[in-house]
């Protein structure tokens, strides 16, 4: 039984101001009055926006203002004056911490966070309560452009959510009572956790589901072998991973909603967004502003696939400049007579994920790994490879190596998280690899056909 949407919305916005965060409310309302200005009114405030970060940066970013001296720059008066920096790499991000903070941080607010993305490589950073409030504000924009969704509409996450794994979750869950949100742990997928995931969303009848595309994949295909179907959902928002067109189509038709892809990462909060109703990834241009570099670092054309460099603008306290992501898509042009005045761009390339097996065909996200590893800062890169069904070899790199206690407690978190006794070997390396793209999946599996789908069909 749901709460009825307005006493939801109420409960939440209540909720906010008794934590701190009444500041999303506003932030909010800002978002949507900017979907209806003129494109170039909203290009010409990011840039604006652009503007000032970059001079804040110099003013009060000791590792910028150094970059911008040695350059004779102090500000820029064009997008394009913003190809004389260079590029913000992981490794950068990871020897400069000090000198990347802004001296007026609000240093009563920041949180570090923790990324080893798609690439597996650890990054840290620090956030302030600005930067906090701003994506919160653009998460509800995105859900509301999933299918008329509105605050107060029965949402449920499906996530591997830090939220399961800290101490503030009694408060979160009284929240989620009184506003029609559920939330549940997607690290493991056993074949029985897909089933108890389906009964409760059966059971709850969400507007809304925000997960992983893989785990959503693999619950649309229980409902299919079971033939069931999930009362008033309207749609699914697929995050973290891309949805290919078949997978895409599976979930869609399976589940009988409309399927959204978003993009982003932890670094920067929300990079891109579908169209409400369909269409191209729309540039959240109130969050981030977005390079498409081709192989010589020079802008790629419309429709040109390149590489994704973002700057955040909502982040004074450790603003990302050109921050390299890795990641592939392209620029498209502008429609005339799209519903919202963003810029737009292709879905993202190469994130998607290999799954690990369990011998029992459990499911394991790769997701899982890249929580474990973030939590040892040895660690600068790792990928974990099954060949075989009952054992996992991890290709890692620690620059100063890995002593026995941490080696024994990433085998018992592994052992433990994935519900199964892995033989699990390390394989130290000296350097990081090489790789054409730059690009490397965290988890790869070389199980053989055969076999794989053995697993996945044993009961």
């Known amino acids: 039984m ?26 909010l309302e800002e978002l949507r009055a900017n979907q209806h200005l003129p494109a170039e009114v909203v290009d010409a405030r990011q840039f604006e926006k652009l503007q000032s970060v970059v001079a804040h940066a110099y003013r009060t970013v000791p590792y ?21 920096l260079p590029l913000l790499t992981r490794d950068v991000l990871a020897r400069e911490q000090a000198g990347l903070l802004s001296e007026t941080a609000d240093r009563a607010t920041l949180q570090a966070n923790y990324s080893s993305g798609s690439t597996g490589r650890r990054a840290e950073f620090r956030q302030d309560l600005d930067f906090r409030m701003w994506m919160r504000a653009h998460q509800l924009r995105t859900y509301e452009w999933c299918a008329g969704w509105q605050l107060g509409d029965p949402f449920v996450l499906l996530w591997g959510s830090e939220i399961y794994w800290s101490f503030k979750q009694t408060m979160d869950r009284l929240e989620n009572l009184a506003t029609n949100r559920r ?27 925000s997960t992983y595309s893989n785990a959503m994949h693999l619950i649309a295909k229980g409902a299919e072998r079971l033939g069931r179907t999930i009362p008033g959902l309207q749609a699914v928002q697929g995050t973290s991973e891309p949805l290919p067109p078949a997978l895409r189509a599976r979930i869609g038709d399976v589940l009988g909603c409309q399927v959204y892809d978003k993009y982003g990462m932890r670094e920067t ?42 700057t955040t603008l909502n982040n004074r306290s450790m603003p990302l400049l050109r921050y390299e992501t890795s990641d592939l898509a392209a620029p498209l042009l502008r429609d005339p007579a799209a519903p919202l005045p963003y810029p737009a761009m292709t879905t993202v390339a190469g994130r998607l994920q290999d799954l690990i097996l369990t011998p029992s065909g459990d499911h394991v996200d790769a997701y899982l790994f890249s929580y474990l590893f973030m939590r ?6 790792f990928q974990v490879v099954q060949r075989e069904p009952d054992r996992l070899d991890i290709r890692i790199y620690a620059p100063g190596g890995l002593g026995n206690r941490t080696t024994a407690e990433l085998v018992d978190r592994i052992q433990h998280h994935t519900g199964y006794p892995f033989d699990i070997a390390f394989e130290p390396l000296e350097r990081m690899p090489e790789s054409s793209t730059g690009k490397f999946r965290l988890c790869v599996s070389e199980l053989d056909p055969a076999t794989r789908k053995g697993l996945l069909t044993r009961d």
């Open 183 to 209: 939330e549940f742990n997607t690290f493991r997928l056993s074949p029985e956790l897909i089933t108890t995931f389906l009964n409760k969303l059966v059971e709850f009848e969400p507007a809304l589901i």
């Open 269 to 310: 909060n929300i990079i891109a967004h579908e169209q409400p109703g369909g269409g191209p990834m729309l540039i959240q241009s109130e969050n981030v502003y977005v390079e498409f570099l081709d192989d010589d670092g020079e802008p790629c054309a419309p429709g040109q696939t390149g590489r994704i460099v973002v």
């Open 376 to 381: 040892f800062p040895e660690v600068d890169w």
């Open 64 to 84: 910028y203002r150094q970059v911008m001296d040695k350059r004779g720059m102090r500000e820029i008066t064009s997008p394009s004056d913003l190809r004389e």
């Open 2 to 27: 749901h709460v009825p949407r307005k006493l939801a919305s109420r409960a939440y916005w209540q909720s906010q101001r008794m934590r701190g965060r009444s500041a999303v409310h506003r932030r």
